[in-house]
């Protein structure tokens, strides 16, 4: 049984470009990053403190725990090397449990090859033990091993998280090709939004990013609509703890932060949805939802604040003809009734954002899915309209 107050090895996973704003959560949290890499941090911390990075982290994807690292040569020796691993510490014999790897190894050919191994294994050494063995599968309702296995080094982790925490939970009409919820807030996090100053969100679709910013600017973070992560099957793991955890995030609560936050959608379905969304998430009164075309939307004149478009951009959504003439028309509203505002578009075709006819002073790097996407950010200066 682990003591869920040992420090140890924790790797937190990201999306590839937003390593940036999950460093600067995981630096609001009090933890320090040991090592940065493109995909990940790994800090020190517990598993009790893994809890709470479960419960806070927007941007992350899962935490993982280091148990082991050792030589690993090839697939020939995956069987004996995590056989000899004490699983009965940290999964209980009438419990279920998956295994995820990624594996660059020249005796692999598919990373199922390493789940399959390392199932056995475990299963093997619980039989001889214990003469029965836990329940195994591909989903992730139970406890969670991921293995990373390079060239000759494996590393072995308790997935704290399971289910991606990429997806926020409140979420229960995504409409069409929606934005996932830990992208949203890293582009948020990008704008530098400050969470005092009104957010706009025209095109909003279901809602997600005004969502995100309403519960930024509540300080309402994702553990709120979750119940169930991987940590809550290895052993040791105190159910009171959790909930107390769970309390202290309800206590953070600002009911009502005084903050214009406004979305907008010419569809009536779209704002339906994203209104379900809102009220889900228990944000739905700290959102000024508006129905009809973008170029209508309300703009607060002070304080000046951010106003942050995701449109369609051809790869899933919309004609290309029509969107030339959308991104137009997003350029020349963001010059006559945006002065004063930093203004942003996210796109994954920058053909099409050069018809927005406005010179971008930034182009920020991010993945939507496989689709290569940037931030594109406009200072909208008062007087002159553009830079």
Known sequence: ??????????????????????????????????????????????????????????????????????????????????KAIPWEEY???????????????????????????VKDAIVDRFRELKGRRPDSGSD???????????????????????????????????????????????????????????????MCGSGTLAIEAALMASKRYPGLYRDHYSFQHILGYNEETFQAKKRK??????????????????????ITFARENASFAGVEDLIDFQTGDFAETEIPEKPRGVILFNPEYGERLGDLTEL?????????FMKQKCAGYRGYIFTGNLDLAKKVGLKASRRIEFWNGTIDCRLLKYDMYAGKGSE
């Not at 993982?64 to 040569?73: A, D, T, V």
């Not at 995030?249 to 779209?270: F, R, T, Y």
Request: aromatic residues 10%; negative net charge; proline residues 3%.
């Open 324 to 332: 030339e003439e959308t991104y137009k028309r997003m350029g020349d």
């Open 140 to 202: 992730f309702s139970g406890l969670v091993i991921q293995v990373y296995w390079k060239e000759t080094q494996a590393i072995v982790y308790l997935n704290t998280s399971g289910e991606t925490l990429a997806k926020h939970g409140y979420r229960k009409i995504p409409g069409k090709a929606p934005m996932m919820e830990a992208l949203a807030a890293a582009t948020i996090y990008a704008s530098e939004w400050n969470t005092r100053v009104p957010f706009i969100n025209p």
């Open 91 to 117: 999964l209980d014999v009438d419990g279920y449990f998956s295994v995820n790897s990624v594996a660059e190894n020249e005796s692999i050919t598919t990373p199922l090859i390493v789940n399959v191994k």
């Open 1 to 82: 049984m682990l003591d869920f107050n040992t420090k140890g090895k924790v790797f937190i996973t990201c999306k590839d470009r937003s390593v940036s704003y999950l460093e600067q959560e995981i630096r609001e949290l009090g933890f320090f990053p040991v090592e940065i890499s493109r995909t990940g941090i790994e800090i020190l911390a517990s598993l009790e403190e893994c809890m709470d990075l479960n419960l806070h982290l927007r941007t992350a994807s899962h935490v993982l725990y280091e148990i082991k690292s050792f030589y690993l040569r090839s697939a020939e020796d995956i069987y004996r090397r995590f």
């Open 249 to 270: 995030l309800e206590n953070k609560i600002i009911d009502n932060p005084g903050v214009k936050i406004i979305a907008s959608d010419i569809s009536l379905q779209a």
